[in-house]
């Protein structure tokens, strides 16, 4: 099955800074790549998305990018606010439409 | 519109009891997954269904068994609860029609098994 990792664990940045979280993943046929939100005691919720024919996608203050090859993505905050403070988490998904997620980030944004 | 919702919000169980999980959802969406969600162990994949009357196994499917009679509803049961299962239980739902559509969660279901 497929197996995604996620790095760094927890990830503190100053108020402005830019924040990267790293995933890689094992199933070169995994062709779905979505990022979460997830706060305390809420349900996980989606920021941004990519497919495997894309290399990056950018959604204001968010983007994402994928490296087939290498078989790894990242999420890319920049000019980061204290609300941005979550948990993020990784996912993908195979053909067989199962979803495979990372063990998430915490992210603190110190004001 | 509701989107995907679970009940109970709480439930604590002793060791050996049995109980459903509910989620149901109104945007007609034919897929449906049952995940959980431990510390430092991201979301793992229960069961799921691609429609009503079909049914997978996921990542960690033992002591647990799910059923799909309607679009709108997928229980979850627990057969035998042990402390292991003890973690916070995620439905989701997701339109079939194309292949990467938004998965949606419910607000969740907060298990513990003493």
């Known amino acids: 099955g497929e197996n995604v990792e996620q790095h760094p664990s927890t990830l503190s940045v100053q108020e402005g800074d830019s924040a990267v979280i790293k995933c890689t993943y094992s199933?070169?046929?995994?062709?779905?790549f979505p990022w979460y939100k997830q706060e305390l005691g809420k349900r996980p919720q989606l920021i941004i998305d990519i497919r495997s024919n894309v290399g990056e996608k950018k959604d204001q203050r968010i983007a994402v990018t994928l490296n087939k090859t290498a078989k790894h993505f990242s999420l890319h905050i920049t000019e980061t606010q204290p609300e941005d403070s979550a948990v993020y988490f990784c996912a993908a998904e195979n053909t067989g439409n199962q979803f495979y997620f990372g063990t998430g980030t915490s992210l603190t944004v110190i004001p | 519109n509701a989107g995907v919702t679970q009940t109970p919000k709480f439930q604590v169980l002793k060791t050996g009891q049995s109980m459903t999980l509910q989620c149901a959802q109104d945007m007609n969406h034919e897929y449906m997954s049952w995940y959980r969600q431990d510390p430092g162990m991201g979301l793992r994949l229960i069961h799921y269904?691609?429609?009503?009357?079909?049914?997978d196994q996921g990542e960690v499917p033992n002591g647990y068994n799910v059923s799909r009679s309607t679009t709108e509803d997928f229980p979850l049961r627990l057969l035998s609860a042990a402390p292991s299962q003890t973690s916070v239980y995620f439905c989701a739902s997701r339109l079939a029609g194309g292949p990467h559509n938004e998965q949606f969660f419910g607000p969740g279901t907060r298990l513990t098994v003493l």
């Open positions: 269904s691609v429609g009503a009357g079909i049914t």
């Open positions: 199933d070169s046929a995994s062709n779905y």
